[in-house]
């Protein structure tokens, strides 16, 4: 999974702008990604995560710099302070290649499971019903959850349909992942279900750029970390470094702020892990238990060494705020 040094990134970012009105939000985002890699963004509410999710499939317009996607431009800076987009044909292209999972879900309520993971492909790719239906249901099987196809998905839990809006963006077969907080409109509980899924799919070799606030999946799945701040890239290195030894005051200070509020840490360190009533599909020679239960070890390692790191030399003035979203 380690990138390799010759081969071009698969996610390219050089300078990303973006302004809200008055607000300049990114500040000149730069940011590669190489195929293969897991690549966690983490930092406070507010700094601009999503949107620079967004800007990566043009769900937001960026103002400047350049996007580059599997070696096609997206947008980039032209004459006069203007930026150029693609074409609509290749911006549609492009799109197919950037699965994204959002923070709520967003299936489609009047549809099943299995709905909504074959409708893209039937719809965008024009993809043969037989065949789409298939490969949904190998799909929802590797998020453990083909025995929910006909579910409806006020009828599952969230943990389940976040499942599911996970199978449904791999339906496309994206070249790379998005997920934008995943687990953070679910009950804590449910958390290590659809963390579980994200490392599966990591060590299948996904290409994976995750926002999320699970300083423990990040420290266990990411091949590299970046913490931003007001719209910039603060710092960035492997997992161990930034979360186990940051440099930047704003860093230390953010991943003290995180980890003193993580319940997992706090609640269930000691505890047996949280059993949930599925029965999980091929996904050989897993132990989900197992496998959670070291999530939540790997949190209470992060939080002492934190704690130990952070105590001695830290002023509190320059904390950043957390609120909710
Ligand atoms: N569509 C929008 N219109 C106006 N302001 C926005 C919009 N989207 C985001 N913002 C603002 O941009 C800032 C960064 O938002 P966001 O990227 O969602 O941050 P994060 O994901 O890091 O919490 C916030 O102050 C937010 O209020
Ligand atoms: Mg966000």
């Known amino acids: 999974m380690a990138p390799l040094d010759n081969v071009a990134p698969l996610v390219k970012v050089e300078g990303l702008t973006k302004s809200f009105g008055d607000n300049q939000i990114l500040n000149g985002i730069d940011l590669e990604v190489a195929a293969g890699e897991v690549v966690s963004i983490i930092g406070p509410s507010g700094s601009g995560k999503t949107t620079i999710l967004r800007c990566l499939n043009l769900l937001e317009r960026p103002d400047g710099g350049r996007i580059e996607i599997d070696g096609q431009m997206l947008c980039e800076d032209g004459a006069n302070g203007r930026i150029n ?9 492009i799109r197919e290649e ?14 099943t499971a ?3 993971v074959v409708e893209a492909p039937m ?5 043969d019903k037989a065949v789409a239906k298939a490969r949904a249901l190998e799909l929802l099987d590797s998020v453990g959850l083909s025995h929910r196809a006909d579910h409806y998905p006020l009828q599952m839990s969230g943990g389940q349909q976040q499942r599911v809006a996970i199978a449904r963006a ?15 409109a679910v009950d804590p509980e449910l958390a ?4 579980l899924v994200m490392k599966q799919l990591a060590e299948q070799g996904m290409t994976m750029i995750v926002v999320t606030h699970e300083m423990g999946f990040a420290a266990d799945v990411s091949d590299r970390v970046l913490f931003i701040d007001h719209g910039l890239v ?6 161990s470094q930034v979360l186990g030894s940051p440099q930047q005051d704003r860093t230390k200070a953010f991943l003290k702020a995180v980890l003193e509020r993580t319940p997992m840490a ?19 020679g897993v132990d989900e238990s197992e496998q959670i239960a070291s999530l939540e070890s790997e949190v209470a390692r992060l939080r002492q060494e934190l704690d130990a790191a952070t105590t001695t030399d830290e002023p509190t003035t320059d904390e950043p705020t957390e609120s909710g979203e």
Request: charged share 25%; hydrophobic share 45%.
């Open 234 to 239: 603060i710092e960035q290195g492997k997992a």
């Open 85 to 93: 987009f693609a074409g609509k044909s290749e911006i549609r292209k």
């Open 266 to 284: 706090e609640e269930n360190a000691d505890s047996p892990p949280v059993e949930t009533e599925e029965s999980w599909g091929t996904g050989a």
């Open 123 to 127: 719809a965008v790719k024009g993809a």
């Open 114 to 116: 299995l709905e909504n």
């Open 98 to 111: 950037v699965g994204m999972v959002f923070q709520r879900f967003n299936l489609f309520p009047h549809m």
């Open 170 to 184: 791999l339906a496309m077969d994206p070249a790379v992942m998005l997920f934008d907080e995943v687990t953070s």
């Open 192 to 195: 290590g279900e659809i963390l």
